[in-house]
């Protein structure tokens, strides 16, 4: 994907075969990034390389989506499967580009 600048502000270009998945439901392999404390995680990040320092993100926000389960999943420093519902997101003001919903772990 690229970056554009719009309104002083960098907005996503997403290419169509991204945008084709919006709203799909999809599985996605990737590393935990827990938002909270305890093993037991329902919203977290998923980032596409293990993360090497509990401080640094492994990537940019291209690299990354955002995680809501319906039902928790166990904390995992080792990569995890989670399906959901895939959301291309135009203007988060968190400033993510991806989201999963309705997400569960996959075994």
Same mark, same amino acid.
């Given at each position: ?27 996605? *392999? ?8 305890? +093993?037991?995680?329902?919203? !977290?990040?998923?980032? #596409? @390389? ?11 926000? +291209? #690299?990354?989506?955002? @995680? ?7 904390? #995992? *420093?080792?990569?995890? =499967?989670? +399906?959901?519902? !895939?959301? =291309?997101?135009?203007?988060?003001? #968190? ?10 772990? =996959?075994?």
């Amino acid at each position: 994907m690229k970056t554009r600048i719009q309104n002083r502000r960098i907005v996503p270009v997403y290419p169509v075969a991204v945008t084709a998945l919006d709203q799909k439901t999809i599985r996605l *392999q990737g590393f935990m990034m827990p938002l909270g404390p305890g +093993e037991q995680q329902r919203h !977290f990040l998923l980032a #596409s @390389v293990p993360l090497t320092c509990a401080f640094c993100t492994p990537g940019g926000p +291209e #690299s990354m989506v955002e @995680v809501r389960t319906v039902k928790p999943v166990k904390y #995992s *420093q080792a990569a995890v =499967v989670v +399906e959901g519902k !895939f959301h =291309v997101l135009q203007k988060d003001p #968190s400033g993510l580009y991806y989201r999963f919903t309705e997400a569960s772990g =996959v075994k």
